[in-house]
């Protein structure tokens, strides 16, 4: 099974920067593709970016377009969101995820890191 850890959450200031890294580890099948999603009080699991194994297929949701980047880094086998401008509205709990379908349902999911944000 593969196993996701998210890193990097905090609480920090309006217009400030994080940067959430995910650890992927455990006997699976490769990974074809990662993401980002988020979760705030209250509200549904919404998307946020993703990420082929090749570092291509890159989306973001709008509303973190031109804030947000996703990267991969397949020697250690991590993704990472760099977080800029960031405002109230993106403070949920971050959760990554992975798949090693081209199509289908997000397959792997890690537990969380909280960021949040004050204005």
């Known amino acids: 099974q593969v196993q996701l850890v998210e890193s990097g959450g905090a609480l920090v200031q309006a217009g400030g920067s994080l940067r959430l890294s995910c650890a992927a580890s455990?006997?699976?099948?490769?990974?074809?593709?990662e993401g980002w999603f988020r979760q705030a009080p209250g509200k549904e699991r919404d998307f946020v970016a993703q990420?082929?194994?090749?570092?291509?297929?890159?989306n973001y949701v709008d509303s973190v377009k031109s804030r947000f980047t996703i990267s991969k880094d397949n020697t250690k086998d991590t993704v990472s969101l760099q977080m800029n401008s960031l405002k109230p509205e993106d403070t949920a709990v971050y959760y990554c995820?992975?798949?090693?379908?081209?199509?289908?349902?997000?397959?792997?999911w890690g537990q969380g890191t909280q960021v949040t944000v004050s204005s």
């Open positions: 995820a992975a798949t090693p379908r081209l199509l289908g349902s997000w397959d792997y």
């Open positions: 455990g006997r699976a099948l490769r990974i074809y593709k």
């Open positions: 990420i082929t194994w090749y570092g291509g297929g890159i």
